[in-house]
């Protein structure tokens, strides 16, 4: 079954994990997101789906006004930080922001002629906006990318980090997420066939 075919009607699936996963819970692009969260059972044939309803069930309970504090937390670096989101944290050896898996991934993006325009200076690898990339690749139907951007990219350290995730998180709306991004992994490795490289994980 080729990735195409299978998941280009629901690449809206990675535009709202891969927002949430990046914007704070009180910008317009995650609000926005937030207000459809109770659709996303819908949005695909999920394997699991009784654990997509009890996510979806605890994301749309959780009160907004709680989470600017937790995403501080999680994903600004506010204190020390339990669950970084850059892939290169824990790819290098040192626990490097842009170290060398950080540059690889650039280098990615550029072959692929995608530049990102967040008007910050900061790394690519954040996983929010990887997986906004790969929403992307979907939508142009790039399947090579989504290939690449998965196994060699994404899918190496993703499962550490999103445990690392689910363990931080105290208001439970986060911890719900990583659920979904979970799952959505699984499924969409599946449909593209997708084998993640095997790499030393340093966190």
Known sequence: MSGSAALSAVAVLPRMLGTLFYYSPTSEEASNVITELAELPALLDWQNSSRI???AARLCSVEIAKLPYQFSLLFEGQGVMSAPPWGSVY???????????AQAYRQFLRANEVELDTELNEPEDQFGLMILAMAYFMETENDDA???????????WSGRYLALLAEADESGFYRAL??????????VSEAYEVTAETRQLYR
Request: proline fraction near 3%; glycine fraction near 6%.
């Open 146 to 156: 989504v290939v690449e951007l998965l196994g060699t990219h994404l899918l190496p």
């Open 91 to 101: 790819l290098d050896r040192e626990n490097l922001l842009l170290g060398e898996t």
């Open 178 to 187: 990583a659920l979904v991004a979970e799952e959505f992994l699984k499924e």
């Open 53 to 55: 309803e009890e996510a």
